[in-house]
């Protein structure tokens, strides 16, 4: 019972974290009036991909390499964007 409810509370975790970077990319994006599609090519990403990240709907968070491309498309700090 321990374990199921101690993976629980770490999936919890990990779904705030993920919802949270996806919910900070929307508002940057946003804040530059960017469409997700605009943002997605100067990230070299996809759009379906970034769509995912931003509604928290990806099954993880974002790899560092790919969270620095999101961090430098929107000419703002990794750091910004990972707070």
């Known amino acids: 019972m321990g374990d199921t409810l101690d993976k ?3 999936n919890r975790d990990s779904m705030t ?3 949270r970077i996806g919910v900070k ?8 009036a960017m469409t997700q599609e605009q943002l997605a090519k100067r990230a ?10 931003e509604s ?9 390499k790919v ?3 999101i ?3 929107l000419g703002v700090p990794l ?3 990972l707070e």
Do not use: N, T
């Not at 990319?25 to 530059?32: G, N, S």
């Not at 070299?44 to 990240?53: A, E, K």
């Open 67 to 69: 969270a620095q491309k």
């Open 44 to 53: 070299r990403v996809s759009q379906s991909y970034l769509s995912q990240l």
């Open 17 to 19: 974290a993920r919802r």
């Open 71 to 73: 961090a430098k498309a």
């Open 8 to 10: 629980q509370y770490r």
């Open 79 to 81: 750091g910004e964007l």
């Open 56 to 64: 928290g709907s990806r099954g993880k968070m974002p790899g560092l």
């Open 25 to 32: 990319i929307r508002r940057l994006r946003e804040a530059q």
